[in-house]
């Protein structure tokens, strides 16, 4: 599913959309998952943006110092329905955990590093002189809180899952776009 274009924001096509595109194809690889998105992207008040249950993040820097931080946010159910699956396709047929166990965790974060390295790649290929530190994940809220001192706009773009839910790619950003 190639989605460049759909955008008018420089910002969205060129940091969130390689996210976007790489996370339905990994869906469906590695979880097989239909995932799509209707790309109506939205900006979330500051004081509404919450994570859900669990949060992957990476923080985005350019050669003037930090441009944003990527965060994929699910609620516990998308969670699970997207661990047990790669961790079912890892691993075989196993009993589908109900808890965010250390397997699923761990499912959740090899998904999650994989997106992210090939979203990485897109963005060299394209020269972007963006880089990415290392993925941190959270399991609450109050974990999470320190992101969102300094930003000043979130973009965040919905990808719904069939069947399973849907979870948030948010792009928090340190200066407008």
Do not use: W
Request: a negative charge; aromatic letters at 10%; charged letters at 20%.
């Amino acid at each position: 599913m190639e989605l460049q274009g759909k955008f008018r924001s420089t910002v969205r096509n060129t940091i969130l959309l390689p996210f976007v595109d790489e996370t339905i194809r990994m869906l469906n690889a590695m979880a097989d998952l239909k995932g799509d998105s209707d790309l109506l992207t939205y900006r979330d008040p500051l004081d509404v943006f919450n994570f859900k249950d669990f949060a992957v993040c990476i923080v985005a820097r350019n050669a003037s110092g930090v441009v944003g931080k990527i965060i994929m946010n699910y609620d516990l159910g998308t969670a699970l329905a997207i661990g047990n699956r790669v961790l079912a396709r890892m691993l075989g047929p196993t009993e589908a955990a109900t808890v965010l166990t250390e397997d699923i965790r761990g499912a959740l974060a090899e998904f999650s590093n994989t997106v992210i390295g090939l979203a990485t790649r897109h963005l060299g290929e394209a020269n972007i002189k963006i880089s990415f530190g290392t993925p941190i994940y959270f399991l609450n809220r109050e974990d999470g809180e320190f992101l969102l001192e300094g930003v000043k706009q979130i973009l965040s773009v919905p990808i719904d899952i069939h069947d399973s839910g849907r979870f948030y790619f948010s792009y928090l950003m340190h200066n407008e776009a």
